[in-house]
Protein backbone atom coordinates (compact mmCIF):
# COMPACT_ATOMS: atom_id res chain seq x y z
CA UNK A 1 0.00 0.00 0.00
CA UNK A 2 2.76 2.50 0.90
CA UNK A 3 4.65 1.97 -2.02
CA UNK A 4 0.81 2.46 -4.22
CA UNK A 5 1.23 5.50 -2.66
CA UNK A 6 4.34 6.53 -3.11
CA UNK A 7 4.18 5.94 -6.78
CA UNK A 8 0.75 7.96 -6.81
CA UNK A 9 2.62 11.09 -4.97
CA UNK A 10 5.14 9.98 -7.67
CA UNK A 11 3.30 10.56 -10.75
CA UNK A 12 1.09 13.81 -9.21
CA UNK A 13 3.75 15.93 -7.79
CA UNK A 14 5.25 16.89 -11.51
CA UNK A 15 1.64 17.65 -12.16
CA UNK A 16 1.40 19.50 -9.61
CA UNK A 17 4.36 21.25 -9.74
CA UNK A 18 3.68 21.80 -13.57
CA UNK A 19 0.78 23.41 -12.48
CA UNK A 20 2.22 25.98 -10.42
CA UNK A 21 4.13 26.97 -12.96
CA UNK A 22 1.81 27.41 -15.68
CA UNK A 23 1.17 30.88 -14.24
CA UNK A 24 4.83 32.20 -13.03
CA UNK A 25 4.23 35.08 -9.93
CA UNK A 26 0.78 34.21 -9.14
CA UNK A 27 -0.74 32.68 -5.97
CA UNK A 28 -4.11 32.25 -4.54
CA UNK A 29 -3.01 35.79 -2.37
CA UNK A 30 -0.68 37.72 -4.43
CA UNK A 31 0.27 38.47 -7.97
CA UNK A 32 3.85 39.53 -8.42
CA UNK A 33 4.85 41.75 -11.36
CA UNK A 34 8.52 43.20 -11.91
CA UNK A 35 10.40 46.47 -13.24
CA UNK A 36 14.07 48.29 -13.33
CA UNK A 37 13.96 51.57 -12.81
CA UNK A 38 17.01 54.28 -12.19
CA UNK A 39 17.27 54.59 -8.85
CA UNK A 40 20.47 55.66 -9.04
CA UNK A 41 22.30 57.16 -12.47
CA UNK A 42 21.48 59.88 -15.06
CA UNK A 43 18.22 59.27 -15.10
CA UNK A 44 17.13 58.80 -11.17
CA UNK A 45 14.84 61.57 -11.34
CA UNK A 46 12.44 59.16 -13.06
CA UNK A 47 12.51 57.08 -10.09
CA UNK A 48 9.50 58.87 -8.34
CA UNK A 49 7.41 56.83 -11.47
CA UNK A 50 8.08 53.59 -9.49
CA UNK A 51 7.43 55.13 -6.25
CA UNK A 52 3.65 56.43 -7.41
CA UNK A 53 3.51 53.18 -9.07
CA UNK A 54 4.10 51.20 -5.79
CA UNK A 55 1.55 54.01 -4.43
CA UNK A 56 -0.70 53.10 -6.43
CA UNK A 57 -0.66 49.26 -5.97
CA UNK A 58 -1.13 49.98 -1.98
CA UNK A 59 -4.36 51.71 -2.41
CA UNK A 60 -5.39 48.87 -4.77
CA UNK A 61 -4.24 46.21 -2.18
CA UNK A 62 -5.75 47.89 0.84
CA UNK A 63 -8.93 47.89 -0.93
CA UNK A 64 -9.00 44.00 -0.96
CA UNK A 65 -6.71 44.00 -4.09
CA UNK A 66 -7.16 41.91 -7.51
CA UNK A 67 -9.69 39.20 -6.88
CA UNK A 68 -8.59 39.31 -3.28
CA UNK A 69 -5.27 38.92 -5.00
CA UNK A 70 -2.37 41.33 -3.70
CA UNK A 71 -0.38 42.89 -5.83
CA UNK A 72 3.30 42.86 -5.15
CA UNK A 73 6.19 45.06 -7.34
CA UNK A 74 9.72 43.85 -7.03
CA UNK A 75 11.24 46.98 -8.59
CA UNK A 76 15.16 46.52 -8.66
CA UNK A 77 17.78 49.70 -9.61
CA UNK A 78 19.32 49.38 -13.21
CA UNK A 79 21.02 52.73 -13.08
CA UNK A 80 19.49 53.89 -16.27
CA UNK A 81 22.57 51.27 -17.82
CA UNK A 82 21.35 48.73 -20.52
CA UNK A 83 23.68 45.98 -19.15
CA UNK A 84 22.26 46.36 -15.78
CA UNK A 85 18.85 46.41 -17.20
CA UNK A 86 18.83 43.04 -18.89
CA UNK A 87 21.21 41.42 -15.99
CA UNK A 88 18.52 42.80 -13.37
CA UNK A 89 15.39 41.40 -16.13
CA UNK A 90 16.68 38.57 -15.94
CA UNK A 91 16.83 38.11 -11.89
CA UNK A 92 13.03 39.10 -11.64
CA UNK A 93 12.24 36.45 -14.80
CA UNK A 94 14.32 33.69 -13.70
CA UNK A 95 14.80 33.83 -9.81
CA UNK A 96 11.90 36.16 -8.98
CA UNK A 97 9.41 34.57 -11.22
CA UNK A 98 7.60 37.37 -12.17
CA UNK A 99 4.28 37.40 -14.25
CA UNK A 100 5.51 40.25 -16.03
CA UNK A 101 8.06 42.86 -16.96
CA UNK A 102 5.87 46.27 -15.86
CA UNK A 103 6.82 50.40 -16.26
CA UNK A 104 10.41 49.47 -17.38
CA UNK A 105 12.20 52.88 -17.53
CA UNK A 106 13.65 54.29 -20.44
CA UNK A 107 14.36 53.65 -24.82
CA UNK A 108 17.83 51.75 -24.55
CA UNK A 109 17.04 49.84 -21.32
CA UNK A 110 13.84 48.37 -22.62
CA UNK A 111 15.24 47.83 -26.23
CA UNK A 112 17.77 45.69 -24.20
CA UNK A 113 15.22 43.70 -22.68
CA UNK A 114 12.63 43.48 -25.63
CA UNK A 115 13.68 40.64 -27.65
CA UNK A 116 14.70 38.41 -24.73
CA UNK A 117 11.14 38.94 -22.88
CA UNK A 118 9.15 38.02 -26.51
CA UNK A 119 11.15 35.00 -26.73
CA UNK A 120 10.46 33.89 -23.17
CA UNK A 121 6.85 35.31 -23.85
CA UNK A 122 6.21 37.17 -20.99
CA UNK A 123 4.57 40.32 -20.92
CA UNK A 124 6.65 43.34 -21.19
CA UNK A 125 3.91 46.20 -20.48
CA UNK A 126 3.45 50.03 -20.64
CA UNK A 127 7.44 50.81 -20.67
CA UNK A 128 8.08 54.37 -19.98
CA UNK A 129 9.19 55.17 -23.33
CA UNK A 130 7.59 56.49 -26.72
CA UNK A 131 9.87 54.61 -29.00
CA UNK A 132 7.99 52.66 -32.36
CA UNK A 133 9.58 49.58 -31.27
CA UNK A 134 7.32 49.45 -28.30
CA UNK A 135 4.04 49.52 -30.88
CA UNK A 136 4.83 46.95 -33.21
CA UNK A 137 2.91 43.45 -32.31
CA UNK A 138 3.92 42.20 -35.48
CA UNK A 139 7.55 41.97 -35.17
CA UNK A 140 7.10 42.24 -31.18
CA UNK A 141 3.43 40.76 -29.77
CA UNK A 142 4.58 40.57 -25.86
CA UNK A 143 5.54 44.62 -25.73
CA UNK A 144 2.61 47.15 -25.46
CA UNK A 145 3.97 50.89 -25.10
CA UNK A 146 1.83 53.32 -23.22
CA UNK A 147 2.60 56.83 -23.92
CA UNK A 148 2.29 58.42 -27.76
CA UNK A 149 5.45 57.61 -29.08
CA UNK A 150 7.98 59.41 -30.16
CA UNK A 151 7.30 59.31 -33.73
CA UNK A 152 3.50 60.71 -33.06
CA UNK A 153 5.37 63.37 -31.14
CA UNK A 154 7.20 64.42 -33.59
CA UNK A 155 3.83 65.00 -36.23
CA UNK A 156 2.13 67.12 -33.30
CA UNK A 157 5.32 69.28 -32.81
CA UNK A 158 5.55 69.43 -36.51
CA UNK A 159 1.97 70.61 -36.99
CA UNK A 160 1.96 72.91 -34.50
CA UNK A 161 5.20 74.88 -36.27
CA UNK A 162 3.35 74.35 -39.60
CA UNK A 163 0.09 76.16 -38.42
CA UNK A 164 2.09 78.71 -36.47
CA UNK A 165 5.21 79.18 -37.85
CA UNK A 166 5.42 78.41 -41.12
CA UNK A 167 9.02 80.13 -42.09
CA UNK A 168 10.68 78.46 -38.71
CA UNK A 169 14.67 77.80 -38.74
CA UNK A 170 14.89 75.05 -37.01
CA UNK A 171 17.43 73.78 -34.55
CA UNK A 172 17.30 70.22 -32.88
CA UNK A 173 19.26 68.61 -29.60
CA UNK A 174 18.23 64.93 -29.63
CA UNK A 175 19.67 61.95 -27.64
CA UNK A 176 21.57 59.50 -29.78
CA UNK A 177 19.27 56.46 -29.82
CA UNK A 178 16.23 55.38 -30.83
CA UNK A 179 14.67 57.95 -28.61
CA UNK A 180 16.14 61.15 -30.18
CA UNK A 181 16.16 59.15 -33.93
CA UNK A 182 12.12 58.62 -33.64
CA UNK A 183 11.41 62.30 -32.78
CA UNK A 184 13.42 63.71 -35.59
CA UNK A 185 11.68 61.03 -37.68
CA UNK A 186 8.23 61.88 -36.26
CA UNK A 187 9.19 65.79 -37.16
CA UNK A 188 10.57 65.35 -40.35
CA UNK A 189 7.74 62.98 -42.13
CA UNK A 190 5.14 65.93 -41.00
CA UNK A 191 7.27 68.72 -42.34
CA UNK A 192 7.45 66.81 -45.44
CA UNK A 193 9.11 68.43 -48.31
CA UNK A 194 9.77 71.56 -46.69
CA UNK A 195 12.23 69.79 -43.86
CA UNK A 196 15.20 70.76 -45.19
CA UNK A 197 14.57 73.46 -45.90
CA UNK A 198 13.08 74.41 -41.97
CA UNK A 199 15.78 71.70 -40.02
CA UNK A 200 18.90 74.09 -40.07
CA UNK A 201 20.99 71.89 -37.43
CA UNK A 202 20.60 68.34 -35.99
CA UNK A 203 23.03 67.80 -32.69
CA UNK A 204 23.27 64.72 -30.78
CA UNK A 205 24.77 63.73 -27.11
CA UNK A 206 25.28 60.57 -25.51
CA UNK A 207 23.58 59.63 -22.10
CA UNK A 208 26.91 59.39 -20.88
CA UNK A 209 27.81 62.72 -21.40
CA UNK A 210 28.45 64.67 -18.63
CA UNK A 211 27.24 68.37 -20.07
CA UNK A 212 25.91 69.56 -23.49
CA UNK A 213 27.19 73.19 -23.42
CA UNK A 214 29.09 73.05 -26.59
CA UNK A 215 25.89 71.73 -28.51
CA UNK A 216 23.58 74.51 -27.59
CA UNK A 217 26.63 77.16 -28.25
CA UNK A 218 26.75 75.39 -31.79
CA UNK A 219 23.00 75.14 -32.04
CA UNK A 220 22.60 79.31 -31.38
CA UNK A 221 24.92 80.14 -33.88
CA UNK A 222 23.38 78.70 -36.71
CA UNK A 223 20.23 81.83 -36.31
CA UNK A 224 17.99 79.39 -35.30
CA UNK A 225 14.27 80.71 -34.28
CA UNK A 226 12.59 77.14 -32.71
CA UNK A 227 14.85 75.19 -30.51
CA UNK A 228 13.65 71.30 -30.03
CA UNK A 229 14.68 70.00 -26.67
CA UNK A 230 14.64 66.31 -27.45
CA UNK A 231 16.42 65.33 -24.10
CA UNK A 232 16.14 63.66 -21.34
CA UNK A 233 15.84 65.44 -17.75
CA UNK A 234 19.70 65.75 -16.80
CA UNK A 235 20.06 67.14 -20.69
CA UNK A 236 17.10 69.08 -21.12
CA UNK A 237 17.86 71.39 -18.41
CA UNK A 238 21.35 71.78 -19.04
CA UNK A 239 19.82 73.02 -22.60
CA UNK A 240 17.51 75.59 -21.14
CA UNK A 241 20.15 77.03 -18.74
CA UNK A 242 22.68 77.37 -21.14
CA UNK A 243 20.17 78.71 -23.83
CA UNK A 244 19.40 81.28 -21.11
CA UNK A 245 22.92 82.23 -20.29
CA UNK A 246 23.53 82.87 -23.72
CA UNK A 247 20.45 85.20 -23.94
CA UNK A 248 19.58 82.80 -27.35
CA UNK A 249 15.50 83.40 -26.85
CA UNK A 250 14.27 80.70 -29.65
CA UNK A 251 10.56 79.46 -29.34
CA UNK A 252 11.40 76.35 -27.32
CA UNK A 253 9.78 72.90 -27.50
CA UNK A 254 10.57 70.27 -25.09
CA UNK A 255 9.99 66.73 -25.61
CA UNK A 256 7.80 65.24 -23.08
CA UNK A 257 9.80 63.04 -21.29
CA UNK A 258 11.15 66.31 -19.54
CA UNK A 259 8.44 68.24 -19.55
CA UNK A 260 7.64 68.13 -15.61
CA UNK A 261 6.99 71.18 -14.31
CA UNK A 262 9.02 69.97 -11.03
CA UNK A 263 12.00 69.91 -13.52
CA UNK A 264 11.73 72.97 -15.37
CA UNK A 265 10.90 74.76 -11.68
CA UNK A 266 14.43 73.44 -10.76
CA UNK A 267 15.69 75.34 -14.25
CA UNK A 268 14.48 78.92 -13.03
CA UNK A 269 11.29 80.69 -13.74
CA UNK A 270 13.28 82.99 -16.15
CA UNK A 271 15.29 80.38 -18.08
CA UNK A 272 11.85 78.02 -18.32
CA UNK A 273 9.02 80.03 -18.85
CA UNK A 274 7.40 80.02 -22.22
CA UNK A 275 8.85 76.59 -23.13
CA UNK A 276 6.06 74.40 -25.41
CA UNK A 277 5.81 70.98 -24.85
CA UNK A 278 2.96 68.43 -25.78
CA UNK A 279 0.72 66.66 -22.85
CA UNK A 280 -1.73 64.16 -22.92
CA UNK A 281 -2.16 64.35 -18.84
CA UNK A 282 -3.59 66.49 -16.54
CA UNK A 283 -0.93 69.22 -14.54
CA UNK A 284 -1.69 69.05 -10.84
CA UNK A 285 -0.32 72.30 -10.59
CA UNK A 286 -2.73 73.81 -12.92
CA UNK A 287 -5.14 76.13 -10.79
CA UNK A 288 -7.75 75.74 -13.11
CA UNK A 289 -8.24 72.30 -12.13
CA UNK A 290 -8.65 73.29 -8.37
CA UNK A 291 -12.25 71.38 -8.80
CA UNK A 292 -11.34 68.98 -10.98
CA UNK A 293 -13.05 65.54 -9.58
CA UNK A 294 -9.93 63.28 -11.01
CA UNK A 295 -7.31 65.90 -9.43
CA UNK A 296 -9.17 65.95 -6.22
CA UNK A 297 -8.91 62.00 -5.70
CA UNK A 298 -5.15 62.33 -7.15
CA UNK A 299 -4.03 64.77 -4.61
CA UNK A 300 -5.92 63.06 -1.71
CA UNK A 301 -4.02 59.36 -2.73
CA UNK A 302 -0.76 61.30 -2.97
CA UNK A 303 -1.43 62.55 0.37
CA UNK A 304 -2.15 59.47 1.82
CA UNK A 305 -0.19 57.06 -0.14
CA UNK A 306 2.84 58.89 -1.32
CA UNK A 307 2.90 61.94 1.12
CA UNK A 308 6.70 62.65 0.50
CA UNK A 309 6.07 62.68 -3.82
CA UNK A 310 6.32 66.20 -5.45
CA UNK A 311 2.40 67.26 -6.27
CA UNK A 312 4.24 69.13 -8.89
CA UNK A 313 5.71 66.63 -10.67
CA UNK A 314 3.93 65.09 -13.52
CA UNK A 315 5.76 61.94 -13.48
CA UNK A 316 3.74 61.39 -10.62
CA UNK A 317 0.95 61.40 -12.76
CA UNK A 318 2.38 59.44 -14.56
CA UNK A 319 3.04 56.64 -12.51
CA UNK A 320 -0.48 56.36 -11.09
CA UNK A 321 -2.09 56.24 -14.46
CA UNK A 322 0.39 53.97 -15.62
CA UNK A 323 -0.65 51.77 -12.32
CA UNK A 324 -4.15 52.22 -13.19
CA UNK A 325 -3.84 51.09 -16.47
CA UNK A 326 -1.96 47.38 -15.49
CA UNK A 327 -5.44 47.45 -12.74
CA UNK A 328 -7.44 47.76 -15.55
CA UNK A 329 -5.58 44.75 -17.18
CA UNK A 330 -5.79 42.57 -14.28
CA UNK A 331 -8.97 42.87 -13.31
CA UNK A 332 -10.18 42.03 -17.03
CA UNK A 333 -8.02 38.94 -16.68
CA UNK A 334 -9.96 37.77 -13.61
CA UNK A 335 -9.32 34.20 -12.27
CA UNK A 336 -7.26 33.34 -16.13
CA UNK A 337 -4.05 35.18 -15.09
CA UNK A 338 -1.61 33.22 -17.84
CA UNK A 339 0.55 35.31 -19.53
CA UNK A 340 -1.01 34.92 -22.83
CA UNK A 341 -4.55 36.24 -21.12
CA UNK A 342 -2.69 39.20 -19.43
CA UNK A 343 -1.65 40.12 -23.34
CA UNK A 344 -5.09 39.56 -24.65
CA UNK A 345 -6.79 41.77 -22.07
CA UNK A 346 -4.01 44.58 -23.15
CA UNK A 347 -5.12 44.34 -26.67
CA UNK A 348 -8.95 45.08 -25.16
CA UNK A 349 -8.73 48.49 -23.25
CA UNK A 350 -10.96 51.42 -23.72
CA UNK A 351 -11.01 54.30 -21.04
CA UNK A 352 -11.24 57.25 -19.59
CA UNK A 353 -7.96 57.57 -17.04
CA UNK A 354 -9.07 60.03 -14.65
CA UNK A 355 -5.91 62.34 -14.95
CA UNK A 356 -5.84 62.08 -18.80
CA UNK A 357 -6.44 65.44 -20.54
CA UNK A 358 -10.41 65.38 -21.73
CA UNK A 359 -10.80 63.99 -25.16
CA UNK A 360 -7.95 61.70 -24.55
CA UNK A 361 -8.84 58.31 -24.71
CA UNK A 362 -6.81 55.23 -23.63
CA UNK A 363 -7.50 52.53 -26.28
CA UNK A 364 -5.70 49.42 -27.82
CA UNK A 365 -6.63 46.15 -29.92
CA UNK A 366 -4.68 43.64 -31.14
CA UNK A 367 -3.17 45.51 -34.42
CA UNK A 368 -3.02 48.73 -32.18
CA UNK A 369 -0.32 48.74 -29.38
CA UNK A 370 -0.23 52.06 -29.06
CA UNK A 371 -2.40 53.26 -26.24
CA UNK A 372 -2.66 56.68 -26.16
CA UNK A 373 -1.92 58.69 -29.36
CA UNK A 374 -3.44 62.21 -29.07
CA UNK A 375 -1.67 65.06 -27.25
CA UNK A 376 -2.29 68.86 -26.64
CA UNK A 377 0.01 71.81 -26.90
CA UNK A 378 0.67 73.71 -23.41
CA UNK A 379 3.12 76.57 -22.67
CA UNK A 380 4.99 76.43 -19.45
CA UNK A 381 4.05 79.75 -17.12
CA UNK A 382 6.36 79.37 -14.37
CA UNK A 383 4.54 77.64 -12.38
CA UNK A 384 2.63 75.09 -14.27
CA UNK A 385 1.15 74.11 -17.94
CA UNK A 386 -1.37 76.14 -19.88
CA UNK A 387 -3.18 74.84 -22.41
CA UNK A 388 -2.59 76.35 -26.36
CA UNK A 389 -5.02 75.66 -28.84
CA UNK A 390 -6.83 72.12 -29.30
CA UNK A 391 -6.16 68.41 -29.44
CA UNK A 392 -3.55 67.25 -31.86
CA UNK A 393 -3.64 64.29 -33.32
CA UNK A 394 -0.29 62.73 -33.72
CA UNK A 395 -1.66 59.95 -36.03
Known sequence: MRSYVRCLLGLLLPVCAANAQEVPGVTDKEIKIGQTMPYSGPGSHYSTIARANEAYFQLVNDNGG????KIKLVSLDDAYSPPK??????????????????????????????KYLNAKKVPHLFPTSGATRFADPGQFPWTMGWQPNYQLEGHAFATYILNNHPTAKIAILYQKDDLGKDYIKGLRDRLGDKADAMIVTEL?????????????VTLQSTGADVF???ATTKFAAQALRKAHELNWKPMQMLATVSASAAVLKQVGTEASSGVLALHYLKDPADPKLADDPGLKEWLAWMKKYYPSGDVTDEFNVLGY???????????????DLSRENVMKQAQNLDMQLPMAL???????????????????????TGEGWELVGSIISGK
Request: hydrophobic letters at 40%; proline letters at 3%.
Open 228 to 230: MNF
Open 358 to 380: PGIRLKTSATDYAPMKDLHMARF
Open 321 to 335: SNAQTLVQVLKQCGN
Open 66 to 69: INGR
Open 204 to 216: SYNISDPTIDSQI
Open 85 to 114: TVEQTRKLVEQEDVLLIFDTLGTATNAAIQ
